[in-house]
C-alpha cells in the first residue's frame, strides 16, 4: 500500500499516520502545491506475520521498483543519491 499525505496532515496526525502503515508500505508526503517532498517507508513489522530476513532483499528490491516507477525527475532516484552521498 501506498498513500499520499499532505505534509501539514502528517505533522497532525504522524503517530496515526505510522500506526496505519505496515512493513514495507510507504507515504509519500506532498506540499501544499502538490509536489512530493518525501517519503516515508515503514520498518514495522506487521502484527498478523513476521516475515523471514531471507526475503529482505526481495523486499527492499520491490520497493525500490515502487520508488523508480513513480519517480518523476530529470535523473533517476539512484543518480540523485549519488550525487547527494558526493
Avoid at 496532515?9 to 517532498?37: F, I, K, N
Avoid at 514495522?44 to 523508480?68: E, G, I, Y
Wanted: hydrophobic share 40%.
Amino acid at each position: 500500500m501506498s498513500i499520499t499525505v499532505p505534509i501539514e496532515t502528517a505533522e497532525r496526525g504522524l503517530q496515526s499516520l505510522l500506526e496505519q502503515l505496515r512493513l514495507g508500505e510507504t507515504a509519500t508526503l506532498v506540499s501544499s502545491e502538490g509536489a512530493p517532498e518525501a517519503l516515508l517507508v515503514s520498518l514495522k513489522s506487521s502484527a498478523d506475520r513476521l516475515q523471514p530476513m531471507s526475503d529482505w532483499d526481495t523486499r527492499w528490491d520491490a520497493l525500490a521498483q515502487k520508488v523508480s516507477q513513480a519517480w518523476r525527475g530529470e535523473k533517476s532516484a539512484i543518480e540523485t543519491l549519488a550525487e547527494m552521498r558526493r
